[in-house]
C-alpha cells in the first residue's frame, strides 16, 4: 500500500466544566490523503504557509514512523480540510490523528489507536480533542504518568449541535495566557460537581439540566473577554432554552438543544446584536470517530 486518505471530524473540547477533559467528535470532516513517493515532502491543499515540515499532519507522521523504527522517506500530503483553522473545533487535533493513522496505515497497522493517541498527546500535550477525534462520540480523558487514559460516554441521540463560527481566530496558546494559575477551592468543587451532571444530562437528552450544569468557573468567565459580543449571544441563545458554551478555547460558541429549529430562531436576532460576522453551522454527533476511506 502506498496511498491512504483518511477522514478525522471536528471536535468541541470542554463542553462547559470539563475542562481539558472532556470531548465530543462532530459531522465536519478534515480528509487528508498520504502518498509515499521517492523525493521529499510536498504538502497541497492548504495555505502556503502551512507546507513546511512543520506542518501538523507530517509531524505526527514522522512520529508515528520513528517510534516503529521506519525510514521516514518522500510523501505527498493533500489537506482537504473543512474544519476552520483558530476556531476552537480541533482543526489541530484533526491533523495529529490524520497524520499518525496515515503513517500506521501504510505500515500495516502495527499500532493500536491507543498507541497513537499516546504518541500524539505527547506531542498536543492534552487528550481533549484527540480523544473524540480517534474514538467518536463523547469521550472524558486524563494523563497518568505521562500516557492519556479515556473513556466513551452514551449521547442522547436527539441532541442538535449549532456551532456559531465568527470571522477571527483565537489561538489556543493565547486562550490559555489569560487563565490563572489557582483556583479558589470552592470554584474547583463547583467544576467537578457541574461536569458530573453535564454527563448525565447528556445520556439523558435533558435540556434544562444540561443548560444549568454547563456553568464554569474555571476557563469560560476569563475567555470570554476575548470573545465579540459573548454576554450578548449568550443571553439571546439562553432566550431558547438551549445550553451554551465556549467550544474549546474559542472563539466558536456552542448551542446544544433538543430543538431542531434553534438555527432559524437564531437567524434573525444573531446579526442584530453582534459586531462580527458569525457563522451558523448545524452539526451532529459522530460517533465513528477517524476512518480509512481509500487505501491503495
Known sequence: MKKVTVRVPATTANLGPGFDAFGCALSLYTDVTFEETDSGLEITGCDEAYTGPDNLAYTAYCAVLESLSEQVRGVKIHIDAHIPIGRGLGSSAALLVAGAMGANVLRGNKLSTQGLLNITNAMEGHPDNLAPAFFGGLTASMVDNGLPVCVNFPLHPDWEFLALIPDFELSTSFARSVLPAQLPRADAVYNIAH????????ELGDEKLLRNAMQDRLHQPYRKNLITDYDAIEALVRTTGAAFCVSGAGP????????????????????????????????????????VICAE
Open 195 to 202: 461536569g458530573a451532571l453535564v454527563l448525565k444530562a447528556l
Open 252 to 291: 466558536t460558541l456552542l448551542c446544544i438543544t433538543l430543538d431542531e429549529r434553534l438555527e432559524e430562531k437564531l437567524a434573525k436576532k444573531l446579526p442584530q446584536i453582534t459586531k462580527a460576522n458569525w457563522q451558523m453551522l448545524p452539526l451532529h454527533i459522530e460517533f465513528e470517530g477517524a476512518k
